[in-house]
Structures are given as structure tokens and as C-alpha cells.
């Protein structure tokens, strides 16, 4: 009777410390999981930002681009004109 009780009461403490550590080991597989995820939304939110930025740079790139190349399409073209202007000019001024 006494050797049964002794390893029932044995048996209640081992269970609650398989319950405790179960609780334990929960409880901070839990925290880690949740702060994995804060970090991840916290990355993909700064992935985001990075590349709006990035396609915005390259939108103000391709436009300062296509700028550069239009005024010296326009310069070309006023300087063909102003030498054209200038050497008829001379033609009808002989």
C-alpha cells in the first residue's frame, strides 16, 4: 500500500513537471514564433519602402534621361538653324 502510494505520488510529480515543461517550452516557442513574424512583417515592410524607392529612382531617372536627350536634340537643331539663318544671311547681304 505505502509502496503504491509512494509511486503514485512519484508518478503526479513527474507528470507535472512533464506539464511545466510542455507549458514552458510552449509558452516560448510561442514568443519566438510571434517575434519571427513581427520581424518578418518589419522586413517585407522595409523590403517594400526599398523598392518603391528604387522604381521611383529609376522613373526619375529615365526622365532626366529622356530630358538630357531632348534639349540636345533641341540644341542640335538650333544650331543647324542659327548657321543656316547666318549663311543666308551672308548670301542675300553680298
Given amino acids: 500500500m505505502v ?3 509512494v509511486d503514485l505520488e512519484c508518478r503526479t510529480i513527474l507528470l507535472k513537471r512533464q506539464y ?4 514552458y517550452t510552449a509558452s516560448v516557442f510561442n ?3 510571434e517575434g519571427v ?3 518578418k512583417k518589419l522586413r ?3 523590403q517594400g519602402v526599398i523598392f518603391n524607392a528604387w522604381k ?5 531617372k529615365r526622365h532626366t534621361l529622356a530630358q ?3 534639349i540636345l536634340n533641341f540644341q542640335t537643331a538650333n ?4 548657321t543656316k539663318v547666318c549663311f543666308d544671311a551672308f548670301k542675300y547681304n553680298k
Fill in 79 to 82: 544650331k543647324h538653324y542659327i
Fill in 3 to 5: 509502496g503504491e502510494e
Fill in 37 to 39: 513574424l513581427q520581424t
Fill in 20 to 23: 511545466i515543461e510542455r507549458t
Fill in 56 to 60: 521611383s529612382y529609376i522613373a526619375w
Fill in 31 to 33: 514568443a519566438l514564433k
Fill in 68 to 70: 538630357n536627350v531632348s
Fill in 44 to 46: 517585407l515592410i522595409r
